[in-house]
Every structure is written in structure tokens, then in C-alpha cells.
């Protein structure tokens, strides 16, 4: 994302190290200095969404070598030092072989302090308050929305009038909800069953096929521990497969009826909680017992916090069963737009057309879904799977709250059809689009500028930044590039604002008759809100006056001259 940037001190012959990882060896009377530095806490609990990657304003942000969507809060990937997108940076580090840091971070008697990454080792009143009312009313709310529109046509209002009136009891409720059936459980252990065969068995080929796509075997970015895990990126290929064989079933073999996944939401919603909390409860155990790597876990000896953030950093089993990898991306998301596609065949059946809304629906949302597969690669080093331990919060938020809180949308227009007029049409279209356009290309320009250390033009010019520096806790020092030009320079998380405005596209095309299609947007809004302060926070406590620089640069947040 800019041109090509000098390298902060010009001293060659204490850099070393190819291009992207200079390396700089402070002189001897300078390192005490360099290696000291006072302990910081990274705390980032933040509220549900497994949004896919969303990155946040500035990238690259080097986490402190200590350590979405999407779970139930979230939606980018460099060699030793951990790049997640919270920082629109370049960045370069200097850095020792490990025993001779190790032995410079603890000369003259002083020991570096640890420095906090991912979820937070003490947990204070208000995240545990927060903890636990979602774990309550997170699967309230989900039960809630599926409810309404299976017995009061889609009403938010209507369930709670009958309740406050006496006219209806809560068992008069749960008693007209389908329950568990053998054909649901059938149906979704054969689903995710054949996703982790497409996951594990089958390695990419699609990166041999298609020009640009990154696929097959990537490194992420490096774990609290040091490790590099290893990763098999083939989510494009298991998206077109599973929807070649869909299409293929609907047209040739008629094994199944289209509509399957709406006539059996309900009673899937059942095995999608059981899935839930059966791999969150197992990804604790392990962490307890038999953790991928122990020293990439964390304890607060909170049950429930620990339980909700999760313990261990990387659960796998095998070589190649990543659980964040294979749960925020599989099933939920290759399923995202087959639940559309059998949203827009249970409209055909019942009245005779698909809508021009539901076409609507279906082709933004599946962008969206087919840009998350394409940059699965860049996925790697996002917050997701670079900051997040895993636990419930993905865990359950993977299974249950992505594919029944964001797919509302369609879910509503079964209920009620829109047929929009031409002009809203087009204009919900293009509202669509150019935020999918802002989205991506303000992520492009921040990975251009990232992975060219600037060498490169933004708006047909040379980028403008700020350099920063900041220090590791085993020493390592890193000289980051906050970029001020672009998308970057109007405001400093304005992919939020472009994916903000592809989710009021989404509730627009569901018209104004109820608010439950504008659940989304309300929920984006605050989820994106809350990342930005919470970024901010965190980079502010990492480069200190010289993110009072960048801000005072670029001043506002999500909509550039008001906030």
C-alpha cells in the first residue's frame, strides 16, 4: 500500500536480514536501553460476531512477541513477528537469533517484563458480568429471532404483547417448537462430517487453476509460544464443490428437495447448539489435559471467562485439524449461502417466483462469501486467528450465531416477498457493491502497502505515513508505518465503513414492514464500533505518542469530517 519506505535508521552494517525481515542490531551501549521495557496488559474481550476477517484500521499491528467473522464477535498474516489487521502499517522488525535474544533480554540483571497478548490473564467485574450475560442470552436472543418468525410471521413485538397479556404462557411457546429429529441430526452430521472430509482430505488444486488465488499450504503468523503453524487453504475449493454437488442435486438427481435446510431450520438449530457446545466443552478439556501446545494457553481461574475467551491458542488434532481455521470458516460459512439458495427455493415453491429481493440478498451476501474464500490465505492473520484463544465464543458463535442471526434477511422474505421497484433495486444494488468495493479495496491498499514496504503508489502517487517503533518482550525491535494516504487518509477504520454499508444493503432489500431485518446492521454497527475503540486502545498502549500522531493526522474514525 505505498512507496518504497527507507528504513528507519540508515546504519548498514548493523542491518541484516533479506527484504521484509532487516534486521537491526542496536550497539552495545545502547541495548539495555532497547530491551528494557514496562509491563503492558493487551485486554480485548469484544462482543459476539463471527464476522469473517474483519480487519480493523491500521495494519499491520506486530503483536508483542508473546503470542473475526468469525465467533460470536468476528471477518489478514510474517515470520517471527505476529501481524494481525489492526494496524494500516509496513512493518519491519529487528530481530536476533533466539538464544542470543534470549540472552540480551536479561543482561545487566534485568528481566523483560511480559508483555500481554490475545484474551486477558485477570479478569476484572465488567468483563465477567459481560461473560455471562452473554452466555445466557446469547442462544435466548438466536431462539428468539428463529421463533418469531416461525410462529408470529417474523414480529419481534407480537411474542412478547401475548406474554405481557397473559394471552399466551412460555410453555404455549416452547411447546409449538419443533424439537430435535433423527432426519435433523442425520442431515447435519452428514454435513459437517463431509466438510471435514473436503478440510483435511482433500489438498487444494484450485491455486494451480485460478491466476491470484493463494491456496494449498500457508504458514500463519507465529503463536505466543513462537510456533508457525501450518495450514491447508482450500475453503474456495470446499465452497465450489459443495455448491457444484447442490446445484447438481436441485437440477439432475433430486436426492433432496432445495427447501431441505428451511424445512428443517428449527430442528437444525438444535444439532447446531449441540455441535456448539460440544466442541467449546471439548476445546477446554483439552486445553486442561492434552493441549496442542501448552505454552500457548491461558488461565484466569475463571470457569466462565475461560470457558467464553477459551484456553488454548491453536487447538488441533493431527497435523491439519485447526479448530478456529475449520469453525470459522466451515460449516457456517459454506453453508451461509446455501441457506440462501434454499431461502430462494422455499419462495419459489410458495408463491410461484423468486423476488428480485431475494436475488438481491443472495448475490451481495454470496460476494461476501466468495471474497472470504478468495483471501482465506489473507484470513490467516487476522484477529480471529491470530489474537483469539479458542472457546465458546467461536465455538458456539461458528455453529449457531452466524448461520441464524446473518441470514435473517432471507429468512424474512420467505415470510414476506418484496418486490422492489426498479429504482430501489438498482440503488440497493449499487449501495451493495460500493461498499463490498470499499471494503476490499482499502484492505487491498493496506496489504499493497504492507507487503511492498511502501514500494508502490496509492492513488497514482507516493503513500504518505508515520513511522512508529515499539519494543517486544524478548527484545525484538519493530519500526511500523502508520499509512495516512488512500482510503487510509479519510478515515482510519473506513473498511468498517464499507462493510457497514453492505449490511444496510442486506436489511434495505428486506423493505421497512418489520425491524427484524435491521438486527443486522444494529448489530454491526455496535460490533464494529467496539473494535475500533478497542484497537485503538491497544495500539495507543503500544506506540503511545506516536499513535497520538496518526491520530491527530487522520482524526476520524468511520465517516470521514463526523466521526
Known amino acids: 500500500m505505498a512507496a518504497l519506505l527507507p528504513p528507519p535508521r540508515r546504519c ?185 472430509v473436503l478440510y483435511v482430505f482433500l489438498p487444494d488444486f484450485c491455486h494451480k487453476l485460478l491466476p491470484g488465488y493463494v491456496g494449498g499450504v500457508q504458514e500463519g503468523a507465529v503463536t505466543p509460544a513462537g510456533v508457525v503453524n501450518k495450514y491447508e487453504i482450500n475453503g474456495l475449493q470446499a465452497w465450489i464443490i459443495t455448491h457444484v454437488l447442490w446445484f447438481a442435486n436441485a437440477y439432475y438427481f433430486h436426492c433432496f428437495s432445495p427447501t431441505i435446510i428451511f424445512d428443517n431450520w428449527i430442528p437444525l438449530l438444535w444439532c447446531a447448539n449441540i455441535l456448539g457446545y460440544a466442541v467449546s466443552t471439548f476445546a477446554m478439556i483439552k486445553g486442561y489435559f492434552f493441549p496442542t501446545n501448552a505454552k500457548d494457553c491461558k488461565f484466569t481461574s475463571n470457569f466462565f471467562y475461560d470457558y467464553m475467551m477459551g484456553i488454548e491458542f491453536n487447538p488441533r488434532i493431527g497435523k491439519w485439524f485447526d479448530f478456529k481455521l475449520f469453525f470459522n470458516g ?34 451481495l451476501q454470496g460476494i461476501y462469501v466468495l471474497d472470504f474464500f478468495w483471501n482465506e490465505a489473507w484470513y490467516l492473520k487476522t484477529i480471529d486467528i491470530c489474537h483469539d484463544h479458542f472457546g465458546w465464543y467461536l465455538g458456539w458463535g461458528d455453529c449457531v450465531w452466524l448461520p441464524y442471526l446473518y441470514t435473517l434477511q432471507g429468512l424474512y422474505l420467505v415470510y414476506h416477498p418484496v418486490q422492489l421497484c426498479t429504482a430501489n433495486a438498482v440503488g440497493i444494488l449499487l449501495l451493495g457493491l460500493a461498499g463490498y468495493y470499499i471494503f476490499r479495496m482499502t484492505n487491498h491498499q493496506k496489504d499493497l502497502f504492507r507487503r511492498t514496504n511502501g514500494n508502490c503508489k496509492i492513488w497514482g502517487k507516493k503513500p504518505e505515513y508515520i513511522e512508529c517503533s515499539y519494543m517486544s518482550v524478548d527484545g525484538t525491535k519493530y519500526y511500523s508505518k502508520l499509512l495516512t494516504s488512500g482510503f487510509w487518509g479519510w478515515a482510519r477504520h473506513f473498511n468498517y465503513t464499507g462493510d457497514l454499508m453492505g449490511s444496510l444493503a442486506y436489511c434495505l432489500a428486506c423493505g421497512f414492514e418489520h425491524i427484524l431485518p435491521y438486527f443486522y446492521i444494529v448489530y454491526m454497527a455496535i460490533l464494529l464500533t467496539h473494535r475500533c475503540i478497542r484497537d485503538e486502545h491497544r495500539c495507543y498502549s503500544k506506540y503511545g505518542k506516536d499513535w497520538k500522531r496518526y491520530t491527530a493526522t487522520v482524526p476520524c474514525r468511520l465517516i470521514p469530517g463526523i466521526f
Open 330 to 363: 466451515r460449516p457456517g460459512i459454506v453453508a451461509w449461502t446455501l441457506i440462501n439458495l434454499s431461502y430462494a427455493a422455499k419462495q419459489q415453491e410458495l408463491y410461484g417466483q423468486v423476488t428480485n429481493s431475494m436475488i438481491l440478498v443472495n448475490v
Open 12 to 196: 548498514p552494517r548493523r542491518f541484516r536480514g533479506g527484504a521484509g525481515t532487516r534486521q537491526y542490531v542496536p550497539p552495545p551501549s545502547d541495548r539495555g536501553a532497547h530491551w528494557q521495557r514496562s509491563k503492558r496488559r493487551f485486554r480485548c474481550e469484544r462482543p459476539p460476531s463471527p464476522r469473517r476477517g474483519s480487519s480493523s484500521a491500521a495494519f499491520p499491528c506486530p503483536l508483542p512477541a508473546a503470542a473475526h467473522p468469525p465467533g460470536i464477535g468476528g471477518a489478514p498474516r510474517n515470520e517471527l513477528s505476529v501481524q494481525v489487521p489492526q494496524d494500516n502499517m509496513a512493518a519491519h522488525q529487528e530481530k536476533k537469533p533466539s538464544e542470543e535474544r534470549k540472552h540480551k533480554s536479561t543482561q545487566n540483571g534485568t528481566q523483560t517484563s511480559q508483555v500481554q497478548w490475545g484474551r486477558a490473564w485477570e479478569v476484572d467485574w465488567f468483563s465477567l458480568a459481560s461473560i455471562l450475560f452473554l452466555l445466557m442470552f446469547a442462544p435466548l436472543i438466536t431462539y428468539y429471532f428463529i421463533m418469531s418468525c416461525d410462529q408470529y410471521q417474523c414480529s419481534l413485538i407480537d411474542p412478547l404483547v401475548d406474554l405481557l397479556t397473559g394471552n399466551k404462557h412460555l410453555s404455549d411457546i416452547w411447546n409449538k417448537t419443533p424439537g430435535l429429529t433423527y432426519r435433523a441430526a442425520g442431515i447435519y452430521t452428514l454435513w459437517v462430517a463431509f466438510q471435514v
